[in-house]
């Protein structure tokens, strides 16, 4: 028989990872196919319809042959708003020509660590992390370096530690905020002062902002903002949590000059541009009054949402909550029950069927966690907390 040629090196690396943070995950949806009742709180995609100035515009470019091929770069006129809008929210002037369109966040994501970073360099990444940095990382062939956030600070930024994580090797930094899974929102002064030490060692630092749409405390503050930002900071963000279009697969770059010219040339030979329709529909998104109005309306409904579950859990003596300032999570902290994330997570799918991901899956800084999505109403949530200190109860007791 014949002996089919190896695969590249980086097929390994892009595999593996927490994969049994993430098995009870695969269970719960396993159970909902054989018919069984599950609360779904794990997934991270919003419950929201897209707003339907959104669906209408993209109807109305279908309609007009709005269905060719889109400059690999970007349309013109979504590269313009996605300018004016981040020059409107960081007080920096951005030129179109610094940003690059892409099918999703993780496309820009991946696409900016390629053109950026080199085998054998180290990337910092902040932990808890986002599951895909460091398969990101380690499939280019570059180290991903954790410096952990610490549950005690609510996981604010401590510039200090990075700084002392550098080395000759390091290439780039990696942060989010508002932060996936911890729903920090770093405060102006650690950005100010993590973009100063960036330029003053050279070094990239990759800001995903994915939920900066999505604040529901305070105020976020992007490192391109900062005196220091603009020459070394790269801003990945996308529409997908913000105006609930994650099928939609729209994101973007606003990178310095020769990264935006480095990625457009990625782009010819990987992607070749975006869905025309979608463009002009990402455009009525950033634009029309109306489609602002549903974003500020959908960060309005997560906030009621938050508070609902906050406060029905704090009646609990096992669990206590992280109370997110922003994003689309609540990180709980199962400590007291003695268990670890994963094994309370399996045992709330089964005594109480319910999906939530544990902290494992996000590194060690939230090992002993839950995060527990705010895809659901009030009155579900609140339902969600019951279960949780239930299973709390028990678990406590058989300590």
């Known amino acids: 028989m014949p002996i089919a040629p190896p695969l590249a090196p980086m097929v390994a690396r892009l595999e593996g990872g927490p994969a049994a943070a993430w098995a009870v995950t695969l269970r719960g949806e396993a159970e909902k196919r054989r018919g069984r009742a599950i609360l779904d709180l794990g997934v991270g995609d919003p419950d929201f319809a897209t707003p339907p100035v959104i669906v209408e515009a993209m109807e109305r470019a279908v309609r007009a042959g709005r269905t ?3 400059p690999a770069e970007g349309e013109p006129a979504l590269r313009e708003a996605i300018a004016r809008t981040t020059a409107a929210s960081t007080g920096t002037a951005v030129d179109p020509a610094q940003v690059h369109v892409f099918p999703g966040a993780q496309a ?8 950026t970073v080199a085998p054998g360099d180290e990337v910092i990444v902040l932990d808890p992390v986002y599951t895909t940095y460091p398969r990101c990382i380690l ?18 930024l401590d510039v200090g530690r990075i700084e002392a994580a550098i080395t000759p090797k390091t290439r780039a930094v990696m942060i989010n905020s508002p932060g996936n899974p911890t729903g920090a929102v770093f405060e102006a002064a650690a950005i100010d002062a993590l973009a100063a030490l960036c330029t003053d060692r050279g070094l990239w630092l990759v800001s995903d902002e994915v939920y900066a749409g999505l604040v529901l405390d305070g105020s976020h503050h992007s490192p391109l903002a900062s005196p220091a930002g603009a020459a070394t900071t790269i801003v990945v963000n996308s529409l997908s949590k913000s105006h609930a279009m994650t099928g939609w697969r729209i994101g973007w770059a606003v990178a310095p000059l020769p990264v935006a010219k480095a990625l457009r040339s990625l782009s010819s030979s990987l992607l070749y541009g975006v869905n025309q329709f979608v463009q002009d529909a990402a455009v009525t998104a950033l634009t029309d009054p109306v ?14 949402r938050r508070d609902a579950f906050v406060q029905a859990l704090a009646t609990s003596n096992t669990v206590r909550c992280h109370v997110p300032q922003g994003g689309m999570f609540v990180l709980v902290d199962v400590t007291g029950t003695g268990q670890s994330g994963i094994d309370f997570a399996d045992g709330l799918l089964d005594q109480e069927a319910m999906v939530v991901v544990p902290g494992e899956a996000f590194g060690a800084a939230s090992a002993r966690h839950l995060r527990v999505g705010l895809m659901a109403e009030p009155a579900t949530l609140i339902d969600a907390a019951s279960r949780l200190s239930r299973h709390a109860g028990r678990s406590g007791a058989q300590r």
């Open 68 to 70: 060719h091929y889109a």
């Open 108 to 115: 820009a994501l991946f696409a900016t660590l390629m053109v």
């Open 291 to 304: 489609a602002i109005a549903a974003a500020a309306a959908m960060t309005t409904r997560i906030r009621t």
């Open 139 to 156: 499939a280019i062939g570059a180290v991903p370096v954790t410096v952990p956030l610490d549950p005690a600070e609510g996981f604010a």
